[in-house]
């Protein structure tokens, strides 16, 4: 682990809850003197107390040791602030309504920003009956391919795995998609908007 919870950050967080040391002590079952040392720098809490003080404190243990507290500012879950987060040892992809506080193998991932979609990352599609057929003209080798496309609409996301030797292309329904999203490994991830549909 190469981050550890710091006193200043329990002191800030304790205080925004109002709390005393006295009353989180009581919550951890440790001494007062022992949260006093902790926010004095004087010691560390043990790696046993940090989900009960995550719990005193009401956030997660992710955010308690990064120092940060993230709260959702819109509870009504908006999918067109979909965010992608990849972990670049095990290739998980997590998908977030905003911002989010996301750890995978040890590691705080940060949010992948896109860009647009365009030259050797361009995305083309075509409509299908009710479908979008997206391919992306892109290398699909072991050591440089794209790792999905993803479809995001205000109900939910569409999302295609790729891998390696595979072929870059997924197709999606097109109802209501308002953003398609391809990652590759070396070069980040693009978005571009869908084509118009003709009217009926």
């Known amino acids: 682990m190469d981050r550890y919870v710091t006193g200043a950050v329990i002191r800030r967080l304790r205080e925004e809850k109002k709390l005393t040391q006295e009353e989180l002590a009581d919550r951890l079952f440790v001494s ?30 992710i955010e308690l040791l990064s120092g940060e507290d993230v709260q959702n500012k819109n509870p009504a879950s908006d999918m067109l602030r ?27 991932l940060p949010r992948l920003e896109p860009e647009p979609a365009g030259g050797d990352h361009a995305i083309r599609v075509s409509v299908i009956e009710n ?12 050591d440089h391919y794209l790792s999905f496309l993803a479809a995001v609409s205000d109900q939910g996301v569409q999302f295609v ?40």
């Not at 979909?82 to 705080?108: H, R, T, W």
């Not at 479908?131 to 072991?142: A, G, L, N, S």
């Open 32 to 61: 007062s003197k022992a949260v006093s040392k902790w926010e004095t720098g004087h010691g560390f809490p043990d790696i046993s107390l940090l989900e009960p003080l995550a719990n005193a404190l009401g956030i997660s243990v």
């Open 82 to 108: 979909e965010a992608f987060y990849v972990c670049p040892v095990c290739g998980n992809v997590i998908q977030a309504v905003g911002d989010a506080l996301i750890s995978c193998c040890g590691i705080i």
């Open 131 to 142: 479908e979008y057929y997206v391919t992306v003209d892109h290398p699909m080798r072991k």
């Open 161 to 200: 795995k790729l891998y390696p030797e595979g072929n870059a292309e997924a197709r999606f329904s097109v109802s209501r998609v308002r953003k398609l999203y391809a990652f590759c490994n070396r070069h980040g991830l693009f978005e571009a908007a869908p084509p118009k549909r003709p009217a009926l």
